[in-house]
């Protein structure tokens, strides 16, 4: 005997058992969970490319966070934050000749 997934979950709902199927990322945004949980959100690239992807979590009533910039290229911030962290801009060179970092493109 065969059974579709949504058989299976009511099966188990009837028998009190939480259970669903496994969705897969491209299933998520578009789950009724996650759409009343507004648990995606669809911002902007540098270049203006827009993409979706995981919200701001958690949230907090009297303390919301929010997205204050566009979605950061591959190693945009990574001279910023070594830098911050004490790395010499020799060190952070180094790292990057032998692809241990990736730095943004040139400036």
Not at 32 to 44: D, M, N
Not at 84 to 103: H, V
Request: charge should be negative; glycine fraction near 6%.
């Amino acid at each position: 005997m065969t059974k579709s997934v949504d058989e299976v979950e009511e099966d188990f709902s009837n028998c009190k058992i939480a259970a669903n199927k496994m969705l897969t990322f491209e299933e998520l945004p578009e789950h009724p969970h996650f759409l009343a949980r507004e648990a995606f959100i669809e911002w902007e690239t540098i270049g203006g490319k827009k993409v979706k992807g995981p919200n701001i979590f958690p949230k907090f009533k009297n303390n919301p966070g929010q997205i204050w910039r566009p979605m950061p290229t591959l190693g945009m911030d990574t001279e910023d934050i070594l830098s911050d962290l004490g790395y010499s801009s020799e060190r952070i060179q180094e790292l990057s000749d032998k692809g241990i970092i990736k730095k943004a493109e040139s400036k």
